[in-house]
């Protein structure tokens, strides 16, 4: 079994209670988060009759923490064996025991989703609120999604429900690590996740 995460981009107001209940849910120190928002845009200005207009103007955000992947590039680089998969259920998290902090996960990690703590010298990253898990709970950011854009589970049984797209501007691509992540696409991209409109100036 693995765990993922579903995201529909298309409720999320940006809000980030998400990033917050993760932050409080691990007293994560100033300057670092688990979980974070990018919001993405884009669009130009012409000009039509005299007068300057925007034209093809969007907006989305995407709420992302660590994707717990199949092939974790943090796992397979770090030089110490910090990180770790659990074979039981596919969560990727931190060993801080053997951590020394020495950043080769967070530069590994297409999505940069291991953040090196300077102030503690270890590795912080999204454990999926393992410790919830374990005790039959739900990751704090799901819980505290207001427009109940999370979603988490098997990723198959996820997949099955909201289907398998994972790719859009400005991730990165879902073939370097295949994450255990499932995007509801916002309207303004296409069903391969490709930005239409892309090809506009970004505001």
Not at 116 to 137: A, H, I, Q
Not at 164 to 193: F, H, M, Q, W, Y
Request: proline share 5%.
């Amino acid at each position: 079994m693995q765990y993922g995460f579903y995201f529909d981009a298309d409720r999320c107001g940006s809000c980030k209670a998400c990033v917050m209940a993760c932050r409080d849910k691990n007293d994560t120190l100033l300057g670092l988060k688990n979980r974070n928002v990018i919001d993405f845009g884009g669009g130009r200005w012409v000009e039509k009759d005299g007068l300057v207009q925007p034209e093809n103007v969007f907006v989305y955000s995407i709420s992302i923490s660590c994707n717990h992947c199949e092939s974790p590039a943090c796992v397979a680089n770090c030089p110490t064996g910090a990180m770790i998969k659990r074979d039981e259920d596919g969560i990727v998290y931190v060993d801080e025991s053997v951590c020394i902090g020495c950043g080769t996960c967070a530069n590994a990690c297409p999505y940069g989703a291991p953040k090196v703590s300077e102030e503690r010298g270890v590795t912080s990253k999204c454990n999926f609120c393992m410790d919830y898990l374990d005790e039959g709970g739900r990751p704090a950011c799901v819980d505290a999604c207001l427009m109940r854009c999370l979603d988490f589970g098997d990723i198959a049984e996820l997949r099955e429900k909201y289907g398998d797209a994972c790719d859009v501007a400005p991730l990165p691509s879902s073939s370097e690590t295949r994450p255990s992540l499932i995007l509801g696409l916002p309207k303004n991209a296409d069903e391969d996740g490709a930005v239409i409109n892309l090809e506009q100036e970004l505001l």
